[in-house]
């Protein structure tokens, strides 16, 4: 096997990037150009060497089973024991080293070493025993099934970061495993017998959000969705159930909904259908809507849309029995073998076939033609294949539903998401953290899913408010308003209703409902920022929902917080994940954070405090020198207000110790990212603002302590002042 390994300094203009990014952190000088050894010692292995860091790649394996693979092994000549082939390693840009392994073997992968008290993060969504990193877990790059918390919570990725300061991302849909059962110790293998990995570095030492977006500019990022797609969404499990007041099939359930919202005056922006919807066994395969109870579903869904709802359906690579999907397969022999009909619940595609893609892709644009705006996608991953082809046939399916949209409505003007996808499908999907259980072990599961999910790159993300997994009488009203407050605080904001669960009907109280309100309107009114950091996730692959070292990567505590996240950079959010309302909250250190709701606690990074909070409060706290900008910008169902015109508020929390600040603020209608800058006199307390063309009036707000002080916003951007200001942050 020769070896051919480049080891030169000078290739930093090799570009190796499918994506032009840019990060927030781009104007600090870059770290020395890395280079690559190679270990004269058996077996073969090598190290990236980056500043004072050194990433060890301490083994390439190759074998002919994924539990038989050794290190390849290498003579001081250079040629390899077990197996013909090659290697090589490049450093292809001041970020990212290239290795690529080709070899007779059936299986190939790496392993990294590194101190026993190293932490590894990524891989999977789901959170293994509640825990941010991935201490003492090995399992395969699937779905994951039945467990803790949540069922099939699986997002993933072959992308790993340690808090040594680096990442290593394989690029492959083969179904492979990852292993980090030893301390100081990772590795996967992988079903190929080529595979490209790259080693990829922070721009500078520390720069996780750097390191976040070189991954990225390797795989992809997410699509920016329409202003439907952050929700608030309502949706049952079953609209063909679960009848009220003289209501008689699933049109009129919609529209039970639809009124309760508008006479409560709840922000919602669309809902979806789950199973049963269609005709056919399992409501699936025979692409239309079940006439009993969706009698007239192109002009409902027209209705639907009128009253400022975008409408989803279920979608799964399923062909349930006797419909036309299976019958079609069956006889063009298109589904996978061995996998019964009769006694499993639908046997997929094998999408790999050209035909089968075809067929899928025409059927399903009935939906697109008849008004849906986009997919529920469901399964992939329950044994409906051979496990070794859940990557590539969830991927191909991705990509067949978001062509069915893309070609009727155009980027960005529909909503796909998806419970298990790979990261080469999140260019192309949203997710959704799987079926998460109705207790308070599913509310924190679910939150440090959500984290974890940012650290692979699915920033557009949300779980169901309140649990999937329920009981007669689940979820519990003060578990339910408890999660519909972390949802607020999320990239999503999704809340499955019906079947005596419905907040306005028993055994419920008014004030869930008033919770409702409160929660789903405060993330219709965070829409400005979301927006603009779901933006930056676009450009830059830093997730929306960000784990806390993100932002505070010196501080060790930050890198075991799996209650407490940053939402953005201005916020900070600890949700209440036990019963009660009492919680201990830690402050990750580098900045001071105020109370966010009444705005008088201020509370130093490093600290600690306590919390006891009734059901209509989240411990949510804005950082000094924030800028956030909210408001009422997209009206969705909001038909209440007579003459309804958006408008925009831009919150300002200035502070001696933070001298200027901006945000990137994302005008939706222009497509353009325009910045906010506020810069501080520490001496007078004067505050000048600049803003670009925001797109919309409204209101500039500095919070002092003497009150709110107040300038008109215009659309086309402006400046204003601000003078003798006393700031909150100071004392």
Not at 289 to 297: E, G, I, R
Request: charged residues 15%.
């Amino acid at each position: 096997m020769a070896i051919l390994l480049r080891t030169l300094a000078t290739l930093a203009a090799v570009a190796g990037s499918s994506h032009a990014l840019t990060h927030g952190s781009s104007t600090q000088q870059s770290q020395a150009q890395p280079s690559i050894s190679v270990s004269s010692n058996s077996p073969f292995s090598l190290s990236v060497h980056y500043g004072r860091q050194t990433v060890h790649n301490s083994a390439i394996l190759a074998g002919n089973t994924n539990s038989s693979v050794t290190p390849i092994s290498a003579s001081s000549a250079g040629s390899i024991a077990n197996g013909a082939g090659q290697i090589s390693a490049t450093v292809i840009n001041p970020q990212v080293a290239r290795i690529s392994v080709n070899t007779i073997s059936g299986f190939v992968g790496a392993r990294f070493t590194a101190s026993n008290s190293s932490k590894f993060y990524g891989v999977w969504e789901y959170p293994w025993y509640n825990r941010l990193d991935n201490a003492g877990i090995e399992f395969d790059f699937k779905g994951l099934g039945d467990s803790d918390g949540i069922n099939w919570s699986n997002a993933r990725a072959p992308f790993f970061l340690t808090d040594d300061g680096y990442g290593v991302y394989a690029d492959t849909l083969a179904m492979g495993s990852f292993d980090f059962s030893q301390p100081g110790s990772a590795q996967f293998v992988f079903n190929t017998s080529s595979l490209v990995y790259y080693v990829v570095l922070p721009e500078t030492t520390g720069d996780y959000k750097s390191l976040l977006t070189a991954f990225a500019g390797l795989s992809n990022t997410i699509e920016m969705p329409p202003d439907s797609g952050y929700g608030p969404t309502f949706w049952s499990d079953d609209f063909e159930e679960d009848f009220h007041a003289g209501v008689h099939n699933a049109q009129e359930n919609y529209y039970d909904v639809i009124d309760h919202l508008y006479y409560n005056q709840i922000h919602a922006s669309s809902m979806f259908a789950d199973r049963p919807y269609g005709t056919g066994n399992s409501s699936f395969g025979n692409f239309d809507f079940d006439p009993v109870y969706y009698p007239t579903p192109k002009e409902f869904i027209a209705n639907l849309s009128h009253w400022g709802f975008d409408f989803q359906v279920w979608a799964a690579n399923r062909a349930f029995l006797d419909t036309k999907l299976y019958n079609a397969s069956v006889a063009n022999g298109w589904l996978f073998p061995n996998i019964s009909a009769e006694f499993f619940q639908g046997p997929a595609l094998n999408l790999s076939i050209p035909e089968a893609y075809s067929y899928l892709k025409e059927h399903m644009s009935y939906f697109p033609s008849v008004g849906v705006k986009g997919y529920k996608i469901d399964r992939g991953e329950e044994e409906e294949m051979p496990v070794w082809e859940q990557n590539v046939q969830m991927t191909l399916f991705e990509q067949l539903c978001y062509e069915t949209m893309v070609e009727k409505w155009g980027e960005s003007n529909f909503y796909d998401f998806a419970r298990s996808a790979v990261d080469r499908s999140r260019v192309r999907t949203a997710v959704w953290n799987g079926d998460s259980h109705s207790n308070y072990s599913g509310l924190a599961y679910s939150v440090t899913s959500g984290i974890r999910a940012g650290l692979v790159g699915f920033s557009q993300w949300g779980s169901d408010t309140g649990g999937y997994i329920r009981g007669l009488n689940d979820p519990a009203q003060e578990l339910w308003a408890r999660w519909m407050w972390f949802s607020t605080f999320s990239p999503v904001y999704e809340i499955m209703i019906g079947t005596n669960h419905t907040p306005w009907y028993p055994p419920y109280t008014s004030e869930l409902v008033d919770v409702l309100k409160e929660t789903a309107n405060m993330h219709h009114d965070l829409l400005p920022y979301i927006r603009s950091y779901t933006y930056q996730a676009h450009t830059t692959g830093v997730p929306v929902l960000r784990v806390a070292f993100l932002e505070a990567p010196a501080d060790a505590k930050a890198w075991s917080l799996v209650d407490s996240y940053f939402f953005g950079s201005e916020f900070f959010v600890a949700p209440i994940v036990s019963e009660g309302g009492k919680r201990t909250i830690y402050f990750p250190e580098g900045t001071k954070y105020l109370e966010y709701f009444n705005k008088t606690a201020v509370h130093q990074g490093g600290s600690t405090c306590e919390v006891d909070l009734s059901v209509h409060y989240v411990p949510v706290y804005v950082r000094a020198g924030a800028i956030v900008p909210r408001g009422d910008i997209f009206q969705a169902n909001n038909k209440w207000t007579d003459d309804w015109q958006p408008e925009l508020t831009i919150e300002l929390y200035p502070s001696a110790d933070v001298p200027y600040s901006s945000f990137p603020y994302y005008n939706g209608a222009a497509k353009s990212q325009v910045p906010i800058t506020m810069v501080v006199d520490a001496v007078s307390g004067d505050v000048a603002v600049e803003y670009g063309a925001v797109g919309v009036n409204g209101t500039l707000v500095v919070f002092t302590k003497s009150g709110m002080m107040k300038a008109t916003l215009t659309a086309q951007g402006g400046a204003a002042n601000f003078t003798g200001v006393v700031s909150l942050f100071d004392d």
